[in-house]
């Protein structure tokens, strides 16, 4: 499904998901988005677009890092003891001899 439709259907915005706009509603948006994106390629303007969004995403990388460093001493430390090797040895008057 469309994320456009989603935003700007009323019902959508008030939590309705399921119940979306009408297929005329669904129609029109596809109609443009389509129409705004044959404009981009006709124009040239999609190499901007492409170009303004890696410079808009580039300062998210190094918060991007932090996070997965973050995750990385989160399950460190609350799942670390899983990744530990343990041994387990049992008394010999408890190892069964095969018959």
Known sequence: MNTAILHADPNAQKGLIGELAGIYGQFHWGLIL????????????????????????????????????????WLREDYGHLLQSQTVVLPADQIRRPL
Not at 52 to 66: E, G, K, M, T, Y
């Open 34 to 73: 389509g129409l705004f994106a044959v404009g981009l390629l006709a124009t040239g303007a999609l190499k901007a677009v492409q170009l303004s969004s890696i410079i808009v995403a580039l300062p998210l990388i190094p918060v991007l890092l932090l996070m997965v460093v973050s995750l990385m001493k």
